[in-house]
């Protein structure tokens, strides 16, 4: 039950924080990300998965992605444009395949080599709050 109310606590101050967009709205985009991630819908995201979604965005297998790319191929939500800029730390208009790895561990906070429902969330309303905060002058 403590895991819930952390969520709720970072989805409500994601919502806050996020201008006019509503709790519902960041949930809605933390669920879209998922589904497209959990390619065997298994409520799980493993490596193989994570970069088996990257590869359909990346579609000239260059190992990077452009925001065109991303833009196209992304889980369709509201933030989809923010994050990418959010994720293309060197601000050069590609976010590289390495980053795939470094997001894993980050989102698997219990290393346990598989990221559950809880920890997606919480990775994912972190970087739309970083996203907002960051680039949220960008949202229509």
Not at 69 to 73: D, I, K, L
Not at 76 to 80: G, K, L, S, T
């Given at each position: 039950m403590y895991g819930f109310g952390v969520i709720v606590?970072?989805?409500t101050l994601g919502s806050s924080l996020a201008?006019?967009?509503t709790h519902a709205q960041l949930?809605?985009?933390a669920d879209k990300g998922f589904q497209f991630i959990d390619i065997n819908n298994d409520t799980f995201v493993e490596l193989t998965e994570l970069e088996g979604a990257w590869d359909l965005v990346d579609y000239n297998h260059d190992h990077q992605v452009s925001e065109s790319?991303?833009?196209?191929?992304g889980s369709?939500?509201?933030?989809?444009g923010i994050i990418f800029q959010e994720m293309d730390y060197d601000g050069d208009g590609y976010v590289d395949h390495s980053a795939i790895m470094g997001q894993y561990v980050v989102m698997d906070t219990n290393a346990d080599n598989i990221v559950s429902r809880r920890e997606f969330d919480i990775y994912y309303t972190a970087l739309v709050e970083r996203a907002i905060k960051n680039y949220g002058y960008l949202l229509g």
């Open positions: 606590f970072l989805l201008q006019n967009y949930l809605a985009g790319e991303y833009e196209a191929g369709n939500h509201d933030f989809r």
